[in-house]
């Protein structure tokens, strides 16, 4: 595998890897403390109106059931101040609703009642038995229905989501430009991670454990603290482990409450497991979008206007921005005149959240089909065009890309891919009877770093403890951060441990927007010089130490395990040596909080390229992918398996999205049709290409001492695209809704 | 899921007899359809006869060169890889091949398959308060919901659910007849009359009568089933519903097709014997101009919905297909 | 209604609800966290267990019913500290991610080498299809048995 060196960590197997593949590893609703009763919900049938009568006689009389809530009756929390939520450390909602809080239906499938019974068997059958009776309101379902109510938000997150530079409208009108301009649409998708969220409660007086599998201990713990009106320090939150999330668990969304809420009016620690059915709809989803994008280039490929209108959905009890133009075509291409507008109308469905590379993952597959389609109108192979738009700089802040090699990702994929031979002509690549096609896109995420602290306990045995509220969603966090600290304590990476997954560690920011290592690593860096500094200011007082009288701001780590001078580096001394000869069986430091300085003078984002081959029966037109090349360029990879594995994984979800992911709602009652795996198809085994991961580039230290800029968003990120353009390549038929099953190919035959 | 009391059946006489006598009792098999069932809220019995441990798990010949005899309880991941089955019946064993996944067919059974209840979504979740399967008379929820995988042959206004299964399909091409033993004795059912249609009562799937118990399913000696094939196409590569299947059994005399049974899945409220297209078939040369011609005139009679029309174009393709495939065989 | 099983080579009774699952056993009752809930409706396959060496879906099969049966879970593959070849190759292999439908994994991976369907990628590929990996870790499993396959062989 031809890696370029400096940028990759050690191929490590992950440290925890022997507790996942032993059934060693628990998650959260695997703690199940004594006593521990079992929540089942009841929930709405109609997408909008009023609870008209809740009749619990008959399940309340059911074996072991403890207790029913419901509006009517549940213990009630008070609403955590929604504004300051986002973005920092006070947590995330979505849905910005108490759970049971009043008799209103806002959506379908919506709790409307919580069945707590001593056993699943019990709570599951006495639910069954709770009679819910609505008055129902005419729904509204389409974003046709909420045209009225549509809204254009300025910012999404505080980024802005209507851009607007040059004068897109004029260039688009000039007949000396090749122009195209299509829709293109994308269904809801739901994230389905094979754990099911969970939440349980357990108080004791007026303080409250919650085992919660969740993207954010911390925020966790702020939100629910500031509902039920606690000292933050009073809720304690532990996820030692988290099943998969892809954002769905980066909200608090109302079964963490409702678990609370139920464990209250039981006087017992409650387990509500949420079902799979309920991920559909009371755990977000990647709204549905529709997306117009136009592009005016000239004869030579240059784009001279882009402009990128989409609309979304969102609820009505929370507002979810899927920036689906300001996250491609805002940051993708050089061109003079770009517009993006945003477009949000709120319906009665549950609500959206973000799903792996919101906005990024949806807006790339838009903008890399419709460069795809320019392609085509220029007669110009779409690497080429793709190179001959190439942006140094940021197209709408105009400063340069930090360590950005876009381009050796191209030449490194189609070198890889073999794309020289491909014929551009569509259906003119055939495998016997099968059609082949290939495709390529772009791909690309921005870096994000938000801030977190860290503590370190390092002991005289010369082994360290490390933590933070961080999280391992299945990224490789706990390999990631052991290597991080390995190197930026200066301990050997067997003797580190490294501890996340619960809120009374020092902060870490939710696991979400590929922030993590770059975040996390920053605080380790720095919990490093902290370390540093204590073992100095012990040594400068040691009269036995080599750094005896020193100043201790003059020294350093000047190898692993020992610190010396900073410009003499033969006079230091050994951690160990210190703390023995100081009679300290540990030392212990811990880093402060503090907002990362932001650098306006250069623009961070990581930039990729997939190049994917398809398969088609024009018969019989399901899609199969058989191979996918995809070359990355994120600055620095800490751990190089998992960082691997983190690529496929999200190729495979953009092969999903292309092909079989849909949530699909009935008209009448807005309830999801498809709420369950066996009709919500995601890609199994069978569907898995080979898939060649290839990371290019250097580490990016201008964004953080660690050099990361994350990576478990931009593997999705372009690859419908590349999937839906290799398609196009083999059959000569443009495909604009997503997904593209076989009954969208009929005609191709 | 409602309380039951749970019965380990020690012969098939006395599971009978319990559902027999208690309406509201049903037989328990591999479970993989209702436990699912159940715990959704669709099917709520009061008692389980568990009929595991019968002995009706054999594959066997019949005497005097009849056939297969597959029993009951045969598990159908045993079924698709007997000798008797891969040699004589490959249709069966693609079929069952198919379905599910591994771990599913270790638990599902012959007869528990062919009782397998439709992937509907409005039968399935009780939350749409319309299905006449579920509960007669409260609508079609599906009819002007969300209907892609619904049916487009032998459709009633009161439903338009699919039978999900493979391996019933290849039975329907391969004759099978389904051995039944109820309380007053035994008696065998043409597989083509085990099902039913939706008409007016959705809320019966099939003729098996309420104290009945599948035995075993026997498949008649076919020679020429040998040159068979079954076809199934599907949104992914595996583990999923058809959108449309074939099973296609083929006996052909020097070019010439002396006999054909088809039968197609994911199409109606039972396995589709494709009637009209076997008659168009015979005494025809097996190339694609005839398959076509028999595709067309089984779907002549096709009607989709909003979201299945294309069912009907797929299922004319995948029929060709099976033929071509069959017809290709050495 | 009482059970007795053999789980991981030890006999268990316990007086279990008829409703139920063995999964629900395992997981609520015996502290077998091993074996995953990802659905409960047999659609994911992450809680696979060998029942008499065969691989099923745990979550749809009553307690009840395995009265007298032996069971595996993740939880039984290992030998002590010596985790089982195909453990060990998932590791090597990194063929998960968050680890969730690992166990599934495994056990349907050991009953898939057993059965005699790991002879080729494809046929892994099929045969391991009723074990959803939602972190889309396929071509690494998919490696890691292959690896299991040879280092027994």
Same mark, same amino acid.
């Given at each position: 595998?031809?890696?370029?060196?400096?940028?990759?960590?050690?191929?490590?197997?992950?440290?925890?890897?022997?507790?996942?593949?032993?059934?060693?590893?628990?998650?959260?609703?695997?703690?199940?403390?004594?006593?521990?009763?079992?929540?089942?919900?009841?929930?709405?049938?109609?997408?909008?109106?009023?609870?008209?009568?809740?009749?619990?006689?008959?399940?309340?009389?059911?074996?072991g059931?403890?207790?029913?809530?419901?509006?009517?009756?549940?213990?009630?929390?008070?609403?955590?101040?929604?504004?300051?939520?986002?973005?920092?450390?006070?947590?995330?909602?979505?849905?910005?609703?108490?759970?049971?809080?009043?008799?209103?239906?806002?959506?379908?499938?919506?709790?409307?009642?919580?069945?707590v019974?001593?056993t699943?068997?019990?709570?599951?059958?006495?639910?069954?038995?709770?009679?819910?009776?609505?008055?129902?309101?005419?729904?509204?379902?389409?974003?046709?229905?909420?045209?009225?109510?549509?809204?254009?938000?300025?910012?999404?997150?505080?980024?802005?989501?209507?851009?607007?530079?040059?004068?897109?409208?004029?260039?688009?009108?000039?007949?000396?430009?090749?122009?195209i301009?299509?829709?293109?649409?994308?269904?809801?998708?739901?994230?389905?991670?094979?754990?099911?969220?969970?939440?349980?409660?357990?108080?004791d007086?007026d303080?409250?454990?919650?085992?919660?599998a969740?993207?954010?201990?911390?925020g966790?713990?702020?939100?629910?603290?500031?509902?039920?009106?606690?000292?933050?320090?009073?809720?304690?939150?532990?996820?030692p482990?988290?099943?998969?999330?892809?954002?769905?668990k980066?909200?608090?969304?109302?079964?963490?409450?409702?678990?609370?809420?139920?464990?209250?009016?039981?006087?017992?620690?409650?387990?509500?497991h949420?079902?799979?059915?309920?991920?559909?709809?009371?755990?977000?989803?990647?709204?549905?979008?529709?997306?117009?994008?136009?592009?005016?280039?000239?004869r030579?490929?240059?784009?001279?206007?882009?402009?990128?209108?989409t609309?979304?959905?969102?609820?009505?009890v929370?507002?979810?921005?899927?920036?689906?133009?300001?996250?491609?075509?805002?940051?993708?291409?050089?061109?003079?005149?770009?517009?993006?507008?945003?477009?949000?109308?709120?319906?009665?469905?549950?609500?959206?959240?973000?799903?792996?590379?919101?906005?990024?993952?949806?807006?790339?597959?838009?903008?890399?089909?419709?460069?795809?389609?320019l392609?085509?109108?220029?007669?110009?192979?779409?690497?080429?065009?793709?190179?001959?738009?190439?942006?140094?700089?940021?197209?709408?802040?105009?400063?340069?890309?930090?360590?950005?090699?876009?381009?050796?990702?191209?030449?490194?994929?189609?070198?890889k891919?073999?794309?020289?031979?491909?014929?551009?002509?569509?259906?003119?690549?055939?495998d016997g009877?099968?059609?082949?096609?290939?495709?390529?896109?772009?791909?690309?995420?921005p870096?994000?770093?938000m801030?977190?602290?860290?503590?370190?306990?390092?002991?005289?045995?010369?082994?360290?403890?490390?933590?933070?509220?961080?999280?391992?969603l299945?990224?490789?966090?706990?390999?990631?951060?052991?290597?991080?600290?390995s190197?930026?304590?200066g301990?050997?990476?067997?003797?580190?441990?490294?501890?996340?997954g619960?809120?009374?560690?020092?902060?870490?920011?939710?696991?979400?927007?590929?922030?993590?290592?770059?975040?996390?690593?920053?605080?380790l860096?720095?919990?490093?010089?902290?370390?540093h500094?204590?073992?100095?200011?012990?040594?400068?007082?040691d009269?036995?130490?080599p750094?005896?009288?020193?100043?201790?701001?003059?020294?350093?780590?000047?190898?692993?395990?020992?610190?010396?001078?900073?410009?003499?580096h033969?006079?230091?001394?050994?951690?160990?040596?210190?703390?023995?000869?100081?009679?300290?069986?540990?030392?212990?430091?811990q880093?402060?909080?503090?907002?990362?300085?932001?650098?306006?003078?250069?623009?961070?984002?990581?930039?990729?390229?997939?190049?994917?081959?398809v398969?088609?029966?024009?018969?019989?037109?399901?899609?199969?992918?058989?191979?996918?090349?995809?070359?990355?360029?994120c600055?620095?990879?800490?751990?190089?398996?998992?960082?691997?594995?983190?690529?496929?994984?999200?190729?495979?979800?953009g092969?999903?999205?292309?092909?079989?992911?849909?949530?699909?709602?009935?008209?009448?009652t807005?309830?999801?049709?498809?709420?369950?795996?066996?009709?919500?198809?995601?890609?199994?085994?069978?569907?898995?290409?080979?898939?060649d991961?290839?990371?290019?580039?250097?580490?990016?230290?201008?964004?953080?001492?660690?050099?990361?800029r994350?990576?478990?968003?931009?593997?999705?990120?372009?690859?419908?695209?590349?999937?839906?353009?290799?398609?196009?390549?083999?059959?000569?038929?443009?495909?604009?809704?997503?997904?593209?099953?076989p009954?969208?190919?009929?005609?191709?035959? | 899921?409602?309380?039951?009391?749970?019965?380990?059946?020690?012969?098939?006489?006395?599971?009978?007899?319990?559902?027999?006598?208690?309406?509201?009792?049903?037989?328990?098999?591999?479970?993989?359809?209702?436990?699912?069932?159940?715990?959704?809220?669709?099917?709520?019995?009061?008692?389980?006869?568990?009929?595991?441990?019968?002995?009706?798990?054999?594959?066997?010949?019949?005497?005097?060169?009849?056939?297969?005899?597959?029993?009951?309880?045969?598990?159908?991941?045993?079924?698709?890889?007997?000798?008797?089955?891969?040699?004589?019946?490959?249709?069966?064993?693609?079929?069952?091949l198919?379905g599910?996944?591994?771990?599913l067919?270790?638990?599902?059974?012959?007869?528990?398959?062919?009782?397998?209840?439709?992937?509907c979504?409005?039968?399935?979740?009780?939350?749409?308060?319309?299905?006449?399967?579920?509960?007669?008379?409260?609508?079609?929820?599906?009819?002007?919901?969300?209907?892609?995988?619904?049916?487009?042959?032998?459709?009633?206004?009161?439903?338009?659910?699919?039978?999900?299964?493979?391996?019933?399909?290849?039975?329907?091409?391969?004759?099978?007849?389904?051995?039944?033993?109820?309380?007053?004795?035994?008696?065998?059912?043409?597989?083509?009359?085990?099902?039913r249609?939706?008409?007016d009562t959705?809320?019966?799937?099939?003729?098996?009568?309420?104290?009945?118990?599948?035995?075993?399913?026997?498949?008649?000696?076919?020679?020429?089933?040998?040159?068979?094939?079954?076809?199934?196409?599907?949104?992914?590569?595996s583990? !999923?519903? #058809?959108l449309?299947?074939? @099973?296609?059994?083929?006996?052909?005399?020097?070019? /010439? +097709?002396?006999? =054909?049974?088809? *039968?197609?899945?994911?199409?109606?409220?039972k396995?589709w014997?494709?009637?009209?297209?076997?008659?168009?078939?015979?005494?025809?040369t097996?190339?694609?101009?005839?398959?076509?011609?028999? !595709?067309e #005139?089984?779907?002549?009679? @096709?009607?989709?919905?909003?979201?299945?029309?294309? /069912? +009907?174009?797929? =299922?004319?393709? *995948?029929?060709?297909?099976?033929?071509?495939?069959?017809?290709?065989m050495? | 209604?009482?059970?007795?099983?053999?789980?991981?080579?030890?006999?268990?009774?316990?007086?279990?609800?008829?409703?139920?699952?063995?999964l629900?056993?395992?997981?609520?009752?015996l502290?077998?966290?091993?074996?995953?809930?990802?659905?409960?409706?047999?659609q994911?396959?992450?809680?696979?267990?060998?029942?008499?060496?065969?691989?099923?879906?745990?979550?749809?099969?009553?307690?009840?019913?395995?009265?007298?049966?032996?069971?595996?879970?993740?939880?039984?593959?290992?030998?002590?500290?010596?985790?089982?070849?195909?453990?060990?190759?998932?590791?090597?292999?990194?063929?998960?991610?968050?680890?969730?439908?690992?166990?599934?994994?495994?056990?349907?991976?050991?009953?898939?080498?057993?059965?005699?369907?790991?002879?080729?990628?494809?046929?892994?590929?099929?045969?391991?299809?009723?074990?959803?990996?939602?972190?889309?870790?396929?071509?690494?499993?998919?490696?890691?048995?292959?690896?299991?396959?040879?280092?027994?062989?």
């Amino acid at each position: 595998m031809a890696q370029t060196a400096n940028i990759l960590g050690p191929a490590r197997n992950r440290v925890d890897g022997r507790a996942k593949v032993t059934g060693a590893a628990k998650y959260s609703v695997e703690f199940t403390p004594p006593k521990c009763a079992y929540a089942w919900p009841v929930e709405s049938n109609i997408a909008k109106g009023k609870i008209a009568a809740v009749d619990a006689k008959e399940a309340q009389a059911a074996p072991g059931v403890l207790a029913i809530i419901s509006h009517l009756n549940a213990p009630k929390p008070k609403e955590p101040a929604a504004k300051k939520e986002r973005n920092s450390g006070h947590g995330i909602r979505n849905e910005e609703r108490l759970p049971f809080g009043d008799d209103e239906v806002h959506y379908a499938g919506q709790y409307v009642a919580l069945v707590v019974a001593q056993t699943i068997e019990q709570a599951r059958y006495a639910a069954g038995l709770v009679r819910v009776t609505f008055t129902p309101e005419e729904p509204l379902l389409t974003m046709k229905a909420a045209e009225d109510k549509a809204k254009k938000p300025e910012t999404n997150h505080d980024e802005h989501v209507q851009l607007k530079k040059g004068d897109v409208d004029a260039t688009l009108t000039d007949s000396g430009l090749t122009k195209i301009e299509q829709t293109y649409i994308t269904p809801t998708e739901t994230h389905n991670p094979i754990e099911m969220s969970g939440t349980i409660a357990a108080w004791d007086g007026d303080k409250l454990t919650l085992w919660d599998a969740t993207q954010f201990v911390k925020g966790v713990q702020s939100i629910v603290s500031r509902a039920w009106n606690l000292p933050t320090e009073n809720v304690r939150v532990i996820c030692p482990f988290v099943g998969g999330a892809f954002g769905c668990k980066g909200a608090v969304w109302p079964h963490v409450l409702a678990a609370s809420m139920a464990a209250k009016a039981a006087g017992v620690p409650v387990k509500f497991h949420v079902r799979r059915q309920d991920m559909f709809t009371s755990t977000g989803h990647r709204t549905p979008t529709e997306q117009t994008i136009a592009l005016a280039a000239t004869r030579d490929g240059k784009l001279r206007a882009m402009r990128h209108v989409t609309n979304t959905l969102t609820s009505t009890v929370g507002e979810f921005t899927e920036s689906c133009g300001a996250r491609s075509t805002g940051v993708m291409y050089d061109s003079p005149a770009i517009r993006v507008e945003e477009t949000v109308f709120p319906v009665n469905v549950s609500t959206p959240t973000f799903m792996r590379a919101p906005g990024e993952c949806p807006g790339t597959y838009a903008l890399e089909c419709a460069m795809d389609e320019l392609a085509v109108a220029l007669k110009m192979d779409p690497v080429q065009l793709r190179l001959a738009n190439h942006a140094d700089n940021h197209p709408i802040k105009n400063v340069p890309f930090s360590a950005k090699h876009l381009r050796e990702c191209y030449q490194v994929g189609a070198e890889k891919f073999g794309w020289a031979k491909r014929n551009a002509q569509p259906r003119s690549m055939r495998d016997g009877g099968l059609l082949v096609g290939w495709g390529m896109a772009t791909k690309t995420y921005p870096a994000h770093k938000m801030n977190a602290a860290a503590k370190v306990i390092l002991r005289a045995d010369g082994s360290a403890t490390v933590q933070c509220a961080t999280h391992d969603l299945g990224t490789g966090a706990y390999t990631a951060f052991t290597q991080i600290s390995s190197e930026q304590l200066g301990i050997p990476f067997e003797k580190v441990t490294f501890e996340l997954g619960k809120s009374d560690f020092p902060f870490g920011p939710v696991a979400g927007g590929s922030n993590s290592t770059a975040t996390v690593g920053t605080a380790l860096h720095e919990v490093a010089g902290l370390l540093h500094n204590a073992l100095a200011q012990l040594a400068v007082k040691d009269s036995k130490s080599p750094l005896y009288n020193e100043k201790a701001d003059d020294i350093t780590m000047v190898e692993p395990g020992r610190i010396g001078l900073k410009n003499a580096h033969a006079k230091s001394d050994s951690y160990i040596d210190i703390l023995r000869r100081a009679g300290r069986d540990s030392i212990e430091v811990q880093s402060e909080l503090k907002e990362p300085e932001e650098n306006k003078k250069q623009s961070f984002q990581s930039f990729g390229a997939d190049f994917v081959e398809v398969k088609i029966d024009p018969l019989l037109p399901r899609v199969q992918v058989t191979r996918v090349v995809s070359v990355i360029n994120c600055g620095r990879v800490v751990t190089f398996k998992p960082a691997r594995n983190q690529i496929i994984g999200g190729v495979n979800m953009g092969i999903g999205m292309a092909l079989m992911e849909a949530t699909e709602y009935d008209p009448q009652t807005g309830l999801p049709v498809i709420r369950n795996l066996a009709d919500y198809h995601v890609v199994t085994n069978a569907d898995a290409p080979v898939i060649d991961v290839t990371f290019v580039g250097e580490p990016d230290f201008a964004f953080n001492p660690i050099g990361c800029r994350g990576i478990g968003e931009i593997g999705i990120t372009g690859a419908a695209a590349a999937v839906a353009n290799a398609v196009y390549h083999a059959t000569g038929k443009r495909v604009r809704d997503l997904p593209i099953t076989p009954d969208k190919l009929l005609d191709i035959a | 899921m409602n309380p039951f009391s749970y019965t380990r059946a020690v012969d098939p006489q006395q599971a009978t007899s319990v559902i027999g006598s208690n309406a509201s009792a049903k037989i328990l098999a591999g479970g993989t359809n209702l436990i699912d069932l159940m715990k959704m809220g669709v099917e709520r019995p009061t008692q389980l006869v568990d009929i595991n441990r019968l002995p009706l798990t054999q594959i066997e010949e019949l005497p005097n060169g009849g056939g297969v005899r597959i029993g009951g309880l045969a598990r159908n991941s045993d079924v698709a890889e007997h000798p008797l089955i891969v040699q004589r019946y490959p249709v069966l064993s693609q079929a069952l091949l198919a379905g599910a996944s591994p771990q599913l067919r270790n638990l599902a059974t012959t007869g528990g398959n062919l009782l397998q209840r439709t992937r509907c979504y409005y039968f399935y979740d009780p939350a749409f308060p319309q299905c006449n399967k579920r509960q007669p008379g409260s609508g079609c929820g599906a009819l002007n919901g969300f209907n892609r995988i619904h049916a487009i042959l032998g459709q009633s206004e009161q439903c338009i659910a699919t039978n999900p299964s493979d391996m019933n399909v290849a039975l329907a091409a391969l004759d099978a007849v389904v051995q039944v033993q109820g309380a007053k004795g035994a008696r065998s059912i043409p597989i083509g009359d085990f099902h039913r249609l939706p008409g007016d009562t959705p809320n019966i799937d099939t003729n098996l009568q309420a104290d009945e118990l599948i035995t075993a399913v026997d498949l008649p000696a076919i020679p020429f089933a040998t040159r068979s094939h079954y076809l199934k196409i599907r949104d992914r590569a595996s583990y !999923a519903f #058809a959108l449309v299947s074939v @099973a296609a059994v083929l006996d052909l005399q020097n070019g /010439k +097709i002396n006999g =054909a049974r088809i *039968a197609l899945g994911g199409v109606a409220h039972k396995p589709w014997r494709a009637q009209k297209a076997e008659a168009a078939l015979q005494g025809q040369t097996a190339d694609e101009k005839t398959f076509r011609a028999a !595709a067309e #005139a089984e779907l002549a009679a @096709a009607k989709g919905y909003k979201h299945n029309s294309f /069912k +009907i174009e797929l =299922a004319k393709r *995948a029929i060709v297909r099976a033929l071509s495939t069959a017809a290709a065989m050495a | 209604m009482p059970v007795r099983l053999k789980i991981n080579g030890k006999d268990i009774s316990a007086d279990v609800d008829t409703r139920t699952t063995l999964l629900d056993l395992l997981r609520e009752r015996l502290q077998l966290t091993g074996s995953k809930k990802g659905c409960d409706h047999g659609q994911c396959g992450a809680c696979t267990v060998l029942v008499n060496g065969r691989r099923i879906n745990s979550c749809l099969s009553l307690a009840v019913v395995h009265d007298g049966e032996e069971i595996t879970t993740i939880e039984g593959l290992a030998n002590g500290e010596q985790l089982h070849p195909m453990q060990a190759a998932f590791v090597e292999h990194d063929g998960f991610q968050c680890g969730y439908c690992t166990p599934g994994q495994i056990c349907s991976a050991v009953a898939c080498v057993k059965e005699g369907h790991a002879k080729s990628d494809d046929e892994i590929r099929e045969w391991m299809s009723g074990n959803l990996c939602r972190c889309g870790a396929y071509p690494n499993i998919v490696d890691a048995i292959k690896d299991a396959v040879a280092k027994n062989a």
